[in-house]
């Protein structure tokens, strides 16, 4: 077995074990993700932001208003961008961004050259290549990986992969971590306020 599978086995395996552990916090937590992801593939910049409403729009957040970390970051940034928006082609120019693409489409991206992207916004002049891909609980956004790296094309499909592996993988406890924090509701909290929606609706007359 080449090395190179024999190391990504034995970190998949570290990180099944990880997530069968107790965790105190989601930033905590997604530290650890990012420190364990980090072997897998290596990369110059990387966070992992959580998507959150505010203002009526969503955002992909690491930081909060405080400068507290929510969600986790490795990397030297050049312009720290506190907060991303999540949207396509509605969104004007200034406000466009990598991730805000990737979770808006619910689909990863990879892009072998950032400086032919549409959407992406500078935090560190050297980045060259980037690959980013959404953490999704039943449908649901909840978070966004980011990978950059210095060397163009840097990533490939087994990359691609392997986030692809870890975002699943991550995704329940994560959704169980964001419940008890208050930065999600329960489903059936969800399923009883449609049902007053439903209820209090008019009826209609035929």
């Not at 405080?66 to 050049?78: K, L, Y």
């Not at 396509?88 to 489409?105: M, Y």
Request: charged share 25%; with cysteine; aromatic share 6%.
């Amino acid at each position: 077995m080449p090395q190179t599978i024999r190391k990504e086995l034995s970190v998949l395996s570290e990180i099944t074990e990880f997530l069968l552990e107790a965790h105190s916090s989601v930033p905590a937590f997604l530290r650890s993700v990012l420190l364990k992801m980090n072997r897998l593939i290596p990369s110059d910049l990387s966070f992992v932001g959580i998507v959150e409403e505010s203002e009526g729009a969503q955002w992909i957040v690491v930081r909060d208003p405080q400068n507290d970390i929510i969600g986790a970051e490795a990397g030297e940034w050049q312009r720290y961008i506190g907060r991303l928006r999540v949207g396509g082609e509605d969104l004007p120019q200034e406000l466009r961004s990598f991730v805000g693409i990737v979770a808006h489409s619910k689909e990863l991206h990879r892009s072998d050259d950032v400086s032919k992207e549409r959407f992406y916004r500078t935090s560190n002049d050297e980045i060259r290549s980037e690959l980013a891909i959404p953490v999704l609980f039943q449908g649901e956004v909840l978070a966004v990986i980011n990978l950059e790296s210095k060397t163009e094309g840097f990533f490939a499909e087994e990359h691609e992969y392997l986030l692809g592996l870890l975002a699943t993988l991550i995704a329940p406890p994560l959704h169980s971590l964001m419940i008890s924090e208050g930065l999600r509701r329960p489903f059936i909290d969800v399923l009883e306020q449609i049902a007053d929606c439903v209820s209090s609706a008019p009826v209609a007359i035929p």
